[in-house]
């Protein structure tokens, strides 16, 4: 009797400890809406560790370290979150390579290494950067992060200086960065708050092109309802910073 006891009671411990992939992906998910993006991180990577071919939980991996890099005050370790996010968003494309999810990942988390970089080191991922997203709207037209990636690589393209801007032309070929233009990354960036409205990180990039385009009177519009917009992201209370800033100096 006293075996069984011992038996039952040992019973929830190890079901506890045989969690399955679902499992960790169902607590990622409920980690990444209450914005614990470092939870959410651990457990879609401990769904990887289980199924390392889940192409749910890559993608969404790839996602939250991305979140986590973004504002991450140790450079290193925004370099590594960024190097993982690229290595599982590529895993999820080999997967899957007809869901936008998967290229969406790896067009953000190429974008953010990017940023990371002085300007003539960005050229070297500028080409892959547009030709992902660009192949993300081709599977989702209305994607709105797509769409948002391909509103800022215009605008980042358009912030390199002429120098700069020539020596990518020279070694990448003039036919990629001559399509770039503040005109196309404004339709872009429109094109994301469109499909979703009410997400900050649209809007404030959005009011950032405005402004650097020369349009201040609808930079202020976008940051202003920025900040009167509901968190809903990790990010969202840096991203609301931001367009504080930026109203400072209007």
Known sequence: MRFLHLLFLSLPAAAAGAQTT????ARGNRSYAALEADSALAHFERAIQTD???YEALWKASRSAVDMGSYHSDAARRKTLFARAEEYARRSIALNPGDAEGVFSLSRALGKTALTQSPRARIRYAVEIRSRALECLRLAPQHAGCLH???MWNAEVMRLNSVTRSVAKNLLGGRVFGTASWKEAIRYMEASVAAEPDRIVHRVDLGEVYSDSGNKARARAEFE???RL???DVNDEQYKAQARR?????
């Open 230 to 232: 509901a968190v809903t």
């Open 246 to 250: 930026a109203l400072s100096v209007k």
């Open 149 to 151: 990636v391909m509103g």
């Open 22 to 25: 679902a499992d960790h992906i």
């Open 225 to 227: 309802t920025a900040l």
């Open 52 to 54: 390392p071919r889940n």
